[in-house]
C-alpha cells in the first residue's frame, strides 16, 4: 500500500544532470513535437549512496522520481496547486482540529476527504526548476509508480562499511506492465471552447457511453531484456524496434515491439468499439498468461487485487463533495516479473529471493514482483499499483462557479462503474477459462 504522505528524502536545491534520465515507462501523456520543448517526463536518479553520516534509517538513499513538466498556462499552475493543496492538508487538519463541533464537522467535510485521497495519487515531493535544451523548466517531483516495490533492496543499502554497493544487474532489471486509462463520459471540463468539444466527441464517439477509454498500454512479454537480442535479425528494425498494423481496432493504429515489450498509443484505444472489441483490449493486459495454460490463479488473484483498489476509490467519490476530475487518468501498474517466451524465469527467481535473504536482507524485502514458493507463484498486494494521475482539468469546490456539487462527480463515477463492471466480468471469463481447462485435465 503507498504510503499516504512523503517523506523527507535529502533533495538537493540543485540537480545534478548526471542524475537525469528519459522516464523509460512513459505510457499515453503528451510528448515534446518540437526539439525546443521541454522534456515531458525525465527520471530523477540519485546516486546510491549515504546521505549524511547518521546511522538511522533517515540517512537511506532516496528512490529515483518522476519529474513531470509543470505545463504551460492553466493546466499546469491547476496540477501544482491540487498536489501543494492534497498533500498539505494533513498539515491544516492539525492546525484547525480540536476546535469545537463546528470546526470538526468542517474537518470531516473537508480535510478528511482530502486526506483519504492521498493514497490514489502519487506522492508529492515538490516542484524544482531544471536546465533544458537552454531554458529553465518547472517540473513536478512525483513517486516514480514503475519502480519495483523494493528499491533499494535492504540487502544492498549502504552502510559506514560499504558506503557504495554494488546493485546486482538482475535486481536493477525490472519490466513493469503499465496501462492508461481515461476515466469518465467526457475528457474536456466545462470552461472548453465548443470548437474543442465538438473535435473531442468525434474522436472519441464511444467514451460517452462507456465511460472511459485505453490511452495507451505497455505490456511485458519477454525476448528483450538486457543481454537480450530484439534487432533486425528477427524481423525489427535497428534498436530492436519493429512496428506492425494492429488487426483488432477498428481504426487504423500501429503496434510497436521492442525491448520485450509490446505498446499501444491513444489510437489504439480510441478504436476500440463497445462490447467484444474492449473486452478483448483489456484482456491484454488484466488476463496476461492465460494463454500459456498457467497463471489461472495469478490472474485471479490480480485483478481481485484491481478490483478492490477501484472499489476503495468509488467509496472515497461517492462521499467527497469538493473535486471534480475532467481528463484524468487511472494508471494500472503489474510489477509481475514473468517472460511469456522464457519458461526458465521461476527458477531464475527462486534464486534471486535465496540469494537477497542469505545476504541478510529481510524477508521478503528485495522481492520484485512474484515469489515463486512451493511450486507457484504468490501474487501479493504490493505487485500491483493504481493510482489517479493526470490533473490539468482538476476542479476545486469554492474555486469554481460551475454548481451541481451536491451531485458528486457524476462524470467521473459514471467510467468508474463502467470500468469495474467490466473487469468484473474479465474475472468471470478468467474463472470461466480455468474451469474449463480443470475439467480437461
Partial sequence: MPASAPQNHHYHHDIQENALAPMPHQVGGHRPKTADEAPYMLRLEPPLSVASSSSSSSSYPPRPRLLKVVQAGDKGERELAFYQRLFKEEEGEKREGGNGDAAEAEQQSTGGIWKALQPFVP??????????????????????????P?????????????????LPASLIEHYPSILDVKIGQRSHPPWAPSDKVAREQIKHPHQKDVGFRIVGMKIYEGGGGRGEKGGAEEGGTEGGER???????????????????????????????????????????????????????GVLKRLDLFIKRLEGLKKWFSRQRCLKFWSSSLLFVDHRY?????????????????QLQGNGGEKGGGRIGEVWKEGRWRVEEEDVDLRMIDF??????????????????????????????????????????????????
Fill in 338 to 354: 514473468y517472460d511469456s517466451q522464457h519458461k526458465d524465469k521461476e527458477q531464475e527467481q527462486e534464486e534471486q529471493q535465496q
Fill in 243 to 297: 512496428k506492425e498494423e494492429n488487426k483488432l481496432a477498428c481504426t487504423s493504429s500501429m503496434t510497436i515491439r521492442r525491448g520485450g515489450y509490446v505498446s499501444e498509443g491513444k489510437e489504439y484505444g480510441r478504436g476500440l468499439r463497445p462490447g467484444k472489441e474492449l473486452k478483448e483490449g483489456l484482456a491484454r493486459f488484466f488476463l496476461r498468461g492465460m494463454k500459456e495454460g498457467r497463471e489461472e490463479e
Fill in 150 to 166: 523494493s528499491f533499494p533492496p535492504t540487502c544492498c543499502l549502504p552502510t559506514k562499511s560499504d558506503p557504495k554497493p554494488s
Fill in 392 to 441: 490539468a482539468h482538476v476542479q476545486i469546490r469554492g474555486e469554481e462557479g460551475e454548481g451541481g456539487w451536491e451531485e458528486g462527480d457524476v462524470n467521473y463515477m459514471y467510467g468508474l462503474s463502467s470500468l469495474l463492471r467490466h473487469l468484473k466480468e474479465l474475472r468471470e471469463d478468467a474463472k470461466g477459462v480455468a474451469r474449463s481447462r480443470q475439467r480437461s485435465k
Fill in 123 to 148: 506522492s508529492f515531493y515538490g516542484v524544482q526548476a531544471i536546465h533544458a535544451n537552454g531554458l529553465s523548466h518547472r517540473y513536478l517531483i512525483l513517486e516514480d509508480l514503475s519502480l519495483p
